[in-house]
C-alpha cells in the first residue's frame, strides 16, 4: 500500500479532527443534557388481524419546541402491514389499496404522518390530540409538549409475530433529528380508579430522537448586539453573522431593503430586511443600571423576518448573575439545571396574550419584545470590567445567536473609578460629613 502524501495528511488530519469535535459537541447538549423527543407505540387491543395503538410523540427538551408547520413522522413496515383507520392524525397519502375489499386509511409500505389541527370534528379526534403539530418545549409548558393519535393496524394474519416499524423519522419542520431504533421496552404502566389501580398496555415499543444543528446544516438565524449605560459604545452583531447573502442569491434566502419590494417575493418563505448582520432575529442586552446590591439588564428580541412571525418563542441566556435572584417584568422565567457548567443559564418565553407572538417587520417598524430583569449582586463576584457583565452565549428557539469576541465588548472609560473604590468614595464622603457635625455640635 502506498504511503499517504504528507500534504494530504496536512490537509486531512485538522477536518478529521473538526468534524469529530463538532459531532461531540453537537450530540450532547450541556445545557439540555437529558433532552429528546420520544415517540411510542403502546398497543392497548388486539383485532382478528391486528392490533389497536396509541403512538404518542413526546417532547422532553427544556427550550428546543416544535413550530410550525408542526412534526411530520414517518416509518417502514416490517410486514404487509396496512393501517384501517386513524383518529388524531392522518397519513398524507391512502396508497394503493386494490387488494383489500375492505376500506383501509393507508396501504403504503412507508406512511407518513401528520396532526390534526385543533379545529378538527370530534369523530376525528383521539385523546390528547389535535395541536397541528405543535410540541411546546418541556421547561416551559410539559401539559402541550406531547401529542397523541390512534391507530388500527391489520392484514398480520392471526398467528403472525408481529415487528415494531423499522427507520422511523421526524422532521420538525426540517431536517435535523435522527431517530433511534424502535424498541421493545417494558410495557407503559397508567393509573385508574384516582390512582388505587395500576393498568398495563400488552406492548410498547419505543425510539428516542434527538437533535443536532450539525446535521441540520442550518444557517444561524440569530444574532446578539450589545451595550451599556457607561459607554456609548455599541457593540454590533458581527457582520455577516447569518451569511453574506445578496438580494438575489436563492441559496441563502433574500434580503430586502425597501418594503416595497416586498410583493414581488411574496412566495419567498424567509426575507429578511437587509442588515450588516443579515439575521432573521436579534437579541440586544443593554446593561441599564447599576446600584448598592442589585444591577438591571434590558433584554430586547426583534424580528427582522418581513413575512415570518414566531409564536411560542424563547430566549435562553448564560450568565453567572443569574446565581443570584433575578426577577424579569415582562417575559416568564426559570432557571434550567445544566451539567458541567459554572455559569447559570435562565430561560426566559412570552407571557400568554400578551406577548407570546413576535411579530415580523412591517418594512416602517421591527417587531420586537422586551424585558427588564433586575438582579441580585454577588459582591464577590460582580463587576463591570473585563465584560463580566455580558452573557458568553445566547440561544433563540434552540439556535446558538452568533456572538461578539469578547474584545469588542463595550469597556468603562478610562480614569473612571472601579465599583468598590467607588463605594469607599462614598462611605468616605459620608464619614467626613458625620465627623464634622459631630465636631460642630461638640464645640
Do not use: G, H, M, Q
Given at each position: 500500500m502506498a504511503p499517504i502524501p504528507s500534504h494530504v495528511l496536512t490537509f486531512a488530519l485538522p477536518s478529521i479532527i473538526l468534524v469529530a469535535l463538532c459531532s461531540l459537541s453537537d450530540c450532547y447538549d450541556p445545557l439540555d443534557p437529558n433532552g429528546n423527543i420520544t415517540v411510542t407505540f403502546d398497543i392497548h387491543q388486539y383485532t382478528s388481524d391486528g392490533y389497536v395503538a396509541r403512538v404518542t410523540i413526546q417532547n422532553y427538551y427544556q427550550y428546543r419546541h416544535v413550530d410550525k408547520p408542526g412534526w411530520t413522522l414517518g416509518w417502514t413496515w416490517e410486514g404487509n402491514e396496512v393501517i384501517w383507520s386513524m383518529s388524531g392524525a392522518f397519513a398524507t397519502q391512502q396508497g394503493n389499496c386494490w387488494a383489500f375489499k375492505t376500506p383501509a386509511h393507508c396501504c403504503n409500505k412507508d406512511p407518513v404522518i401528520?396532526?390534526?389541527m385543533p379545529e378538527a370534528l370530534p369523530e376525528n379526534r383521539s385523546e390528547d390530540c389535535c395541536r397541528g403539530g405543535l410540541l411546546s418545549a418541556w421547561a416551559i409548558n410539559p401539559s402541550k409538549s406531547f401529542s397523541s393519535f390512534e391507530i388500527t393496524v391489520g392484514n398480520l394474519g392471526e398467528n403472525s409475530t408481529?415487528?415494531?416499524p423499522q427507520n422511523l423519522t421526524l422532521m420538525e419542520p426540517g431536517p435535523g433529528y435522527t431517530c433511534g431504533q424502535v424498541l421493545d421496552t417494558d410495557p407503559t404502566v397508567s393509573s385508574d380508579l384516582g390512582g388505587r389501580r395500576q393498568v398495563q398496555v400488552y406492548r410498547t415499543w419505543r425510539s428516542t430522537c434527538t437533535y443536532s444543528s450539525f446535521l441540520a446544516n442550518k444557517t444561524p438565524m440569530c444574532c446578539a448586539s450589545l451595550s451599556t449605560f457607561y459607554s456609548p459604545t455599541i457593540t454590533s452583531c458581527p457582520k455577516c453573522s447569518c451569511g453574506c447573502r445578496e438580494a438575489a442569491d436563492k441559496r441563502t434566502g433574500f434580503?430586502?431593503?425597501d418594503s416595497n419590494l416586498l410583493s414581488k417575493k411574496?412566495?419567498?418563505?424567509d426575507i429578511v430586511q437587509c442588515t450588516d448582520h443579515m439575521c432573521p432575529v436579534g437579541v440586544h442586552w443593554h446593561i441599564k443600571n447599576n446600584y448598592m446590591n442589585q444591577w438591571r439588564v434590558k433584554l430586547t428580541i426583534s424580528n427582522y423576518n418581513y413575512q415570518r412571525n414566531f409564536s411560542d418563542?424563547?430566549?435562553l441566556v448564560q450568565h453567572p448573575g443569574f446565581s443570584q435572584t433575578a426577577t424579569a417584568y415582562s417575559f416568564n422565567s426559570t432557571i434550567l439545571p445544566t451539567v458541567g457548567f459554572g455559569d447559570e443559564v435562565a430561560l426566559l418565553w412570552g407571557i400568554e396574550?400578551?406577548?407570546t407572538e413576535l411579530l415580523n417587520f412591517d418594512g416602517d417598524q421591527l417587531g420586537s419584545v422586551t424585558t427588564e430583569i433586575l438582579l441580585d449582586k454577588d459582591a464577590d463576584t460582580f463587576t463591570l470590567s473585563n465584560g463580566w457583565a455580558f452573557p458568553p452565549r445566547i440561544y433563540f428557539n434552540g439556535e446558538n445567536c452568533e456572538m461578539a469576541l469578547p474584545d469588542t465588548f463595550p469597556v468603562l472609560p478610562n480614569g473612571s473609578p472601579s465599583l468598590?473604590?467607588?463605594?469607599?468614595q462614598i462611605l468616605s464622603v459620608f464619614f467626613t460629613?458625620?465627623?464634622l457635625w459631630l465636631l460642630g455640635f461638640y464645640q
Open positions: 401528520l396532526d390534526l408481529w415487528f415494531p434580503c430586502i431593503s411574496a412566495n419567498t418563505p418563542w424563547n430566549v396574550y400578551y406577548n468598590r473604590s467607588t463605594y469607599c460629613f458625620i465627623t
